[in-house]
């Protein structure tokens, strides 16, 4: 099993820009989550999913949108990139509230 | 609003030493906790996941407990090896909120030495 799967790994955005960040899950796992890392934070939860169809704000969901379509999906979005949206974005996913799987992340740049 | 602390921040033992990492948290309305480890560029791998009416759990040279009255866990890793070297982080699940909103501690980054 892939697992949680991350795409890009890495990008460079210019201030202004949209990209999106897409995460897959082949675990069939209910609940999704975007979460950032920022040196000295820890984590921080940016939104999450309980289910196909549904999304919820967490800690710090300013400047993100998130799509959940299908069950194995979970798309993070930047409609206009800042340079405070800089860090590491980890996507989670688990069944019901249990263990939380991670996949590897993708380095974001905003110049 | 859930605190997670741990400390120290970081931690450098001789080979083969045991070790103690402490996680302590402010709210004891916990679902679970979960202990992971980063690798450098990498993220995040589960270690061990307490259930709040769990005391401990354990895993090979791993052993994590928990004790929600005093809002603390730890996570005992004997006969260190190198390949420990990693940042250790601990996750709270609150029993509020509806359960989603995990709170990180910012790890402890631990270093053996050969």
């Known amino acids: 099993n892939a697992g949680v799967t991350q795409t890009p790994k890495f990008r460079v955005l210019k201030t202004g820009q949209s990209m999106t960040l897409l995460c897959a899950q082949d675990m069939n796992h209910e609940y999704m989550y975007w979460y950032r890392q920022d040196p000295g934070m820890g984590l921080r939860l940016i939104h999450y999913s309980v289910g196909e169809g549904t999304t919820a704000k967490g800690e710090v969901p300013d400047g993100y949108n998130v799509s959940r379509l299908k069950k194995q999906n979970f798309l993070l979005g930047l409609e206009s990139a800042a340079p405070s949206q800089t860090s590491v974005y980890f996507c989670?996913?688990?069944?019901?509230?249990?263990?939380?799987?991670f996949g590897s992340g993708t380095q974001l740049s905003v110049l | 609003k859930q605190e997670v602390t741990q400390i120290p921040a970081a931690l450098s033992v001789p080979e083969g030493e045991n070790l103690v990492l402490n996680c302590s948290f402010t709210?004891?309305?916990?679902?679970?906790l979960q202990w992971f480890r980063q690798d450098p560029g990498k993220g995040l791998t589960s270690l061990l996941l307490i259930q709040s009416s769990q005391r401990e759990q354990t895993s090979g040279r791993l052993n994590a407990s928990l004790d929600k009255s005093s809002g603390r866990s730890t996570l005992y890793i004997a006969a260190s090896q190198p390949g420990d070297s990693a940042t250790y982080l601990c996750?709270?699940?609150?029993?509020?909120?509806?359960?989603?909103?995990?709170?990180f501690g910012t790890g402890t980054k631990l270093q053996v030495i050969p």
């Open positions: 996750a709270v699940r609150p029993i509020m909120e509806g359960y989603q909103k995990v709170t």
């Open positions: 709210d004891s309305a916990i679902y679970n």
């Open positions: 989670a996913s688990s069944y019901s509230s249990e263990k939380l799987f």
